[in-house]
């Protein structure tokens, strides 16, 4: 039996990473000129989720035969297309919401580009007051890729407003940030990043949420150690 995680050194990920997309169902062009455009334009163009975590929003989207994602965290809306993308057989609706000037003005650039039947809400303000004030309509995903240090008020606030559909799912990233939420030791190779200091806070915050849900008895909950770490949430029946 193998472990949950595989060691590869960073050029076989790289190769594998590449692997696994060649060999998922393809995204249409849109999805490259737009990651493009991101890597051209932001120097924090690695906020953007990767091609394949791309792939996966279009299949989880479509095999939940979704009609209504929420999502926290647009940045340049790449993964906001995804979700999209993976809806489009229904014509589902995202509703997006950010709370940074630059992401909001280059992510309406892109919805204007790839969106002009409007299906991508961008709702523009703070992801806590959203959830407070967005319609109550539940959603059949959510996605949150926002602000660490909120993740548990963001699942608190969906529970308290009851914004998730009945079956539906929460998908939380980047929830194992670098490994550093377990290893911190010289044997964890992001634990001589310039930014250890900045990636310490994240991985301090990222590990109180996932104490937080994994003890909390309302949830059924999966964390996987895929990309940088994501969280399959459910309400328990
Ligand atoms: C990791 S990026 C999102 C990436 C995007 N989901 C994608 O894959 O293309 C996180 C985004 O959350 C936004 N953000 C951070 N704190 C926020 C908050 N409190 N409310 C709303 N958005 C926030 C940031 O401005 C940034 O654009």
Redesign the pocket.
């Known amino acids: 039996m193998y472990e949950s995680i595989i060691p590869f050194p960073a050029e076989s990920a790289s190769t594998v990473d590449k692997y696994c997309c060649s060999h998922s169902t393809s995204l249409p062009s849109l999805f490259a000129d737009h990651a493009a455009w ?1 890597v051209d334009k932001f120097e924090t163009s690695y ?3 990767c091609q394949l ?2 792939q996966m929003c279009v299949f989880i989207a479509s095999d939940r035969r979704a009609r209504r994602v929420l ?10 297309l ?1 979700w999209k993308e993976g809806m489009k057989a229904v014509g589902g609706e995202v509703w ?5 000037p ?2 909001i003005a280059a992510s309406k650039e892109a919805f204007a580009k790839y969106d002009p039947e409007g299906k991508i809400h961008l709702v523009e ?4 007051q ?1 959830l407070q004030e967005i319609n109550a309509q539940p959603f059949d995903i959510i ?1 949150i ?3 660490k240090a ?1 993740y548990i008020n963001y699942v608190e606030t969906i529970l308290e407003r009851n914004l998730l559909a009945e079956n539906g799912i929460i998908l939380a ?2 929830t194992i940030h670098l490994g550093l939420v377990a290893d911190r030791s010289p044997t964890n190779p992001h634990s001589a990043r310039e930014d250890i200091e900045y990636s310490l806070q994240h991985a301090d915050n990222v590990h109180k949420f996932n104490e937080w849900a994994a003890k909390h008895p309302r949830l059924e909950v999966l964390l996987l150690p895929i990309f940088n770490g994501l969280t399959l949430i459910k309400i328990k029946s």
């Open positions: 991101t906020m953007m989720c975590q791309a999502e926290i965290g647009t940045f340049t809306g790449y993964s906001a995804a997006t919401c950010d709370v940074g630059r992401a303000g703070p992801a806590l959203t996605y890729d926002a602000r909120e990233d980047d």
